[in-house]
Structure formats: structure tokens, C-alpha cells
T-cell receptor, first 117, second 111 residues
């Protein structure tokens, strides 16, 4: 079974631009969650989608948004990029049915490394 | 905002047992404690999960006291390939169950 696939692997943008990242979950997984990882803040939760609905959201500004398609693939968008948005963006999928919680094992992709210049 | 607390870094020699403790005072009643391992340029990988007492698998052991406000990940006889960042994960009841990985513990294993 294929793992979680994230594209692109690397991305360079300039301030003010917007970016869209893609995540394909493991087949059969309907929950997809997104995380931002930086050296200073560690691994922070952005949001989680299940059956095309956002179920849970972390403490990030509205410039960070996402969506999920009927095939469970998910995209994450960041508008009006700032230098501080430079980070590794990770997505994870799980078999969670009732809420991401911690009781369901998360399977992570290798991430998209975003650099904002 | 409640959060987990782990040591920022630890050092060990090959062959030693390593114990990493995580504090989670605001753990949700029905939620488990899960540990993940992350190598550079990769996403975290599940290691072990438990609710109380002790859990053991082929990779590690997890010790959880009765009050569940902390947990200890035990890695027996570490090797160089165990050099990684280890995250303790619990549901954060104070923030609507948003997952909180924190900064993890960076473990360096040397010969």
C-alpha cells in the first residue's frame, strides 16, 4: 500500500505570493491533517479534514486554509506569504472516524519544504 | 494553553538504555499517549501508544503512572540509527483537542 504522498517536495516563493500544497492520503484513510514544522516552534497542528469537512483547527491566521476532495486528497493554501511562513509542511492521514484525537495512528508524508524569500 | 513538556535534548552511547520522560498535566481522560520518531527531512513515524501502566513492542516500552500526568519512553540498547527527534503526543483538552506535538526531544547516539 502506498504511503502518504506530498507534492511538491520543495518550493520557493516570494513574500506576498500564495502557495498551494497537495497531499494524497493512504488509500482508505479519510482523515487528513496538516502541520507546520519550524526550528523555533516545533511541530504545530494546522487543521484536520474528514469527508471534505474541516473538523478541527489549530491556532493559525486565516491566511492558512485547506480543503479536501471527495477522494480524500487534500490541499493546503497559504495566501500573502510572509518570511515567517518558511517551514516544512507535513500532512498525515489516519483511519480516524470520530475525530483526530491521539487514539488513531498518524501516517505522515515526507513534507513540502517551503522557503519564502 | 496546556502542553507537553519533554527535555530538549539527550545524549547516549550505543548499547545503553535511554529513557525520555514527557509531562502532560492536562491529558484528556479517554485519550492515549502516543510517541513518534522523526528523522531529518522525513515525517514523524509512530513508535508506541498506551493508556496506562506499561506497553512494550519490538521497538520500545512505554511506562505510564496511575495519574497519567507523565509517561516515559524507554529505548533498550540504542544504536546510531536511533538518533532522531522523539515526540510525545497527547490530546490537548484545553485547546479543543488540537494535537500538540511540541518541540520533541532530540536524541543523539554516539559510538
Amino acid at each position: 500500500k502506498a504511503g502518504v504522498t506530498q507534492t511538491p517536495r520543495y518550493l520557493i516563493k516570494t513574500r506576498g505570493q500564495q502557495v498551494t500544497l497537495s497531499c494524497s492520503p493512504i488509500s482508505g484513510h479519510r482523515s487528513v491533517s496538516w502541520y507546520q514544522q519550524t526550528p523555533g516552534q516545533g511541530l504545530q497542528f494546522l487543521f484536520e479534514y474528514f469527508s471534505e469537512t474541516q473538523r478541527n483547527k489549530g491556532n493559525f491566521p486565516g491566511r492558512f486554509s485547506g480543503r479536501q476532495f471527495s477522494n480524500s486528497r487534500s490541499e493546503m493554501n497559504v495566501s500573502t506569504l510572509e518570511l515567517g511562513d518558511s517551514a516544512l509542511y507535513l500532512c498525515a492521514s489516519s483511519l480516524s472516524q470520530t475525530g483526530i484525537g491521539v487514539n488513531e495512528k498518524l501516517f505522515f508524508g515526507s513534507g513540502t519544504q517551503l522557503s519564502v524569500l | 494553553l496546556a502542553k507537553t513538556t519533554q527535555p530538549i535534548s539527550m545524549d547516549s552511547y550505543e548499547g545503553q538504555e535511554v529513557n525520555i520522560t514527557c509531562s502532560h498535566n492536562n491529558i484528556a481522560t479517554n485519550d492515549y499517549i502516543t510517541w513518534y520518531q522523526q528523522f531529518p527531512s522525513q515525517g514523524p513515524r509512530f513508535i508506541i501508544q498506551g493508556y496506562k501502566t506499561k506497553v512494550t513492542n519490538e521497538v520500545a516500552s512505554l511506562f505510564i503512572p496511575a495519574d497519567r500526568k507523565s509517561s516515559t519512553l524507554s529505548l533498550p540498547r540504542v544504536s546510531l540509527s536511533d538518533t532522531a527527534v522523539y515526540y510525545c503526543l497527547v490530546a490537548d483538552k484545553g485547546s479543543g483537542y488540537a494535537l500538540n506535538f511540541g518541540k520533541g526531544t532530540s536524541l543523539l547516539v554516539t559510538p
